[in-house]
């Protein structure tokens, strides 16, 4: 089973509100990520996290802050965002945090709209 | 600078034809290479990947992929195409340790029936 579970599957925030995006898996992977993606863009990587520990931070704004609470989940958590944050969110777990033989395995996003 | 490149933007197919797309890399190293299709409003599945070992691997939905090392290549490949398979295509690749994978900008398969 190689299922990475998101939600909200769609969320419509102000720019002063405070939300958060969740993500789960069951498959024992031991390194969680987030990628943004933006209209016919590819993702792009926003953090890593390796057993439970932020690893990657690709300078990412602070209005986005991540949570690693457990081994299973992984969430992003959003304020003060801008119009321009409006995106698919997408989370992905593998294995292990190298590429070399892991695979990375990413779930169905969250699409945010920032009003 | 470590790349992938999707030379394509844009390919239109007749269901039944064959398929191939384009994916070139830059790497110092033998890359880590992987293909993901993304339908519309979709998160990205993995089709196949390439690690080391067979440069032709085959994946699912009948699609597989050959690494040409000479030709810094990895292109994807489909001897039928169907009609679902219209979604963007994306090429990534990694190195060694590396935990970043960088995405080509990605193909998107129109099929016509």
């Known amino acids: 089973d190689t299922e990475v579970t998101q939600t909200p599957k769609h969320l419509v925030m102000g720019m002063t509100n405070k939300k958060s995006l969740k993500c789960e898996q069951h498959m024992g992977h031991r390194a969680m990520y987030w990628y943004k993606q933006k209209a016919k863009k590819p993702p792009e990587l926003m953090f890593v996290?390796?057993?439970?520990?932020?690893?990657i931070n690709e300078s990412v704004p602070s209005r986005f802050s991540p949570e690693c609470p457990n081994s299973s989940l992984l969430n992003l958590h959003l304020h003060a965002l801008q119009p321009e944050d409006s995106a698919l969110y997408l989370c992905?777990?593998?294995?292990?945090?190298?590429?070399?033989?892991?695979?990375?395995?990413f779930g169905e996003g969250s699409w945010l709209t920032v009003v | 600078a470590q790349s992938v490149t999707q030379p394509d933007i844009h390919i239109t197919v007749s269901e039944g034809a064959s398929l191939e797309l384009r994916c070139n890399y830059s790497?110092?190293?033998?890359?880590?290479l992987f293909w993901y299709v993304q339908s519309p409003g979709q998160g990205l599945q993995l089709l196949l990947k390439y690690f080391s070992g067979d440069t032709l691997v085959q994946g699912i939905k009948g699609f597989e992929a050959e690494f040409k090392r000479s030709q810094s290549s990895f292109n994807l490949r489909k001897p039928s195409v169907h009609w679902s398979d219209a979604a963007e295509y994306f090429c990534?690749?990694?190195?060694?340790?590396?935990?970043?994978?960088?995405f080509g900008t990605g193909t998107r398969l129109q099929v016509t029936l």
């Open positions: 790497y110092g190293a033998t890359p880590y």
């Open positions: 996290y390796s057993y439970e520990k932020l690893s």
């Open positions: 990534a690749g990694s190195t060694g340790t590396a935990s970043k994978l960088t």
């Open positions: 992905a777990s593998s294995q292990g945090q190298a590429v070399s033989g892991n695979t990375i395995y």
